[in-house]
């Protein structure tokens, strides 16, 4: 592309590109709330009352019932990348990493090979515990959502540096994000085997409200000296009753292939009246403890271990086919039709938009179509240590690892566990995990009568004045209120006596 525009023609091309990948995630995630996440730092603290949602065979130590909506409340999120890193100061304002004044190299550094992002929210609707049936039972009625979004570091190297070399490549492997959003109502038993193994599961009936995952795979830039080529493949669907997603062949505009119905990003919207479930499914959690000595407590749960069968499914595709650019040619610099000339400057760079966006446009390939989805399962697998000379002090460490494909993400986590009172706990704890460290905490008043908690996965560091997390996407806060009846429970098994002949 030498003595050509090729500035103008790369941030045409940024520009586009940056806009569709943004149109793509904002049609998959019109829908969505967060990603469903428990309170990791209460795992090992006794008096919790909704720690069986970490683990089915946990009880609570007195029966239960939870205060409407203000009895579960965790809200957060999670990511290994912040605000700082796509916002930096100039003149006394916020500029984006694009900007000539952000050095390359400096913003390159701070990110990974794949920057995640995810949204945390967990509301219960409606809780209650009891003894009885000789065990501990539990029924919840919870929303429950896992929105996750991955971004590859050669997007960004692409947008910002551009073509380094004579012949520059990026391959970006996956670009994606889903959200699944739906009602949940558990039903959870727990009993004593024997003195030292515990043992616990959940039934969970699913009620899908929405569902939607945009993957765009081995996507791959080629700029050269005398063309540029973008090639790659983008998949979505999206499951939400009422959604409407227009094409443009529905809105009576001509297309170059009738056959394809391309996808009218800026009329996308809500039909109220049509607005329902989406799906149905269930799903089971399992757990165990055992009691390796009086002072070791090994335990380990299975968590959210089903689908969900979603329909009223729209799904779309690009087309797949490789799009290139070798340049302006006979450039019109003086012309009697000016900007209509079809060799002008403006009318080259017009074709170049028409042709970048029938690359990156999503054609519709099916309606109300039936699709099964995997939960994100998480694995919990807990030790617990009883401080010998103070035995209301005890140490934890907790792996927690959720299997989401490309969504995957694990933690461990080491806490401290204090009980000063007999109605009072309090916790601190460390994590490192895929999205770096961080320190939580909890605060737990569980006496007779009434239970209140307070509490952090991910306490806040560093944020702006809309108290968004500069350094990293670590945040959370989690409360509840709840009522409790009756005595402490005390594990109840029974041993059966085998005498000898």
Sequence with gaps: LQNQPQNESYNKLI?????????????????????????????????FTYRH?????????????????????????QGNVGLANFLYPYNNQLTTFMHESVDTKSFLDGLKGRNKVNANVNLTFFSGGFQAWGGFNTIDLNLRSNTNLTLPYELFEFMKAGQTSANTVYDMETIGMRTNNYIELAMGHSRQLTEKLRVGAKMKFLFGGANAHLRIDDMKVVMSEDKWVVEGNGKLDASV???????????????????????????????????GLSGFAMAF?????????????????????????WKN?????????????????????????????????????????????????????????????????????????????????????????????????????????????????????????????????????????????????????????????????????????????GSKHKPIYKCVQVNSL
């Design 285 to 309: 959690d399992f757990g165990a403890t055992y009691k390796l000595r009086d002072d070791i407590t090994l335990s380990a749960s299975v968590l959210d271990f089903g689908f969900i069968s």
């Design 313 to 485: 499914t729209i799904t779309a595709a690009t087309s797949n086919e490789p799009w290139e650019f070798d340049g302006f040619h006979e450039i019109a610099i003086k012309s009697d039709m000016g900007s209509d000339d079809p060799n002008s400057i403006d009318t080259q760079a017009d074709k170049l938009v028409d042709e970048l966006e029938g690359f990156t446009n999503l054609y519709r390939t099916g309606v109300d179509g039936k699709k099964a989805k995997m939960l994100g399962a998480t694995l919990n697998i807990g030790a617990e240590y009883i401080f010998p000379y103070y035995d209301r002090l005890k140490f934890g460490f907790l792996s927690s690892t959720r299997i989401q494909g490309a969504y995957t993400w694990s933690e461990g986590r080491i806490s401290a566990n204090v009980v000063p009172l007999k109605w009072f706990e309090a916790n601190v704890n460390y994590a490192l995990s895929s999205f770096g460290s961080s320190f939580g905490w909890l605060l737990n008043f569980h006496g007779k009568g009434a239970s209140f908690f307070i509490g952090s996965d991910y306490t806040i560091g560093k944020v702006n004045t809309q108290f968004i997390p500069l350094n990293n996407m670590n945040a959370n806060v989690s409360l509840g209120f709840n009522i409790t009846f």
């Design 53 to 77: 949602q970490l683990n089915p065979a946990f009880a609570s130590e007195r029966n239960y019932v939870g205060f409407p909506v203000l009895s579960n409340i965790n809200v957060g999120t």
């Design 15 to 47: 520009y586009i590109m940056s806009n569709k990948i943004y149109n793509l995630l904002a049609a998959s995630v019109i829908c969505a709330a967060a990603s469903a996440q428990s309170l990791n730092s209460a795992y090992f603290m006794d008096g």
């Design 241 to 275: 009753a009422g959604l409407v997603v227009p094409t443009n062949g529905e809105n009576g505009k001509e297309l170059d292939n009738p056959k394809k119905d391309v996808v009218d990003y800026d009329n996308i919207d809500f039909n109220t009246d049509n607005a």
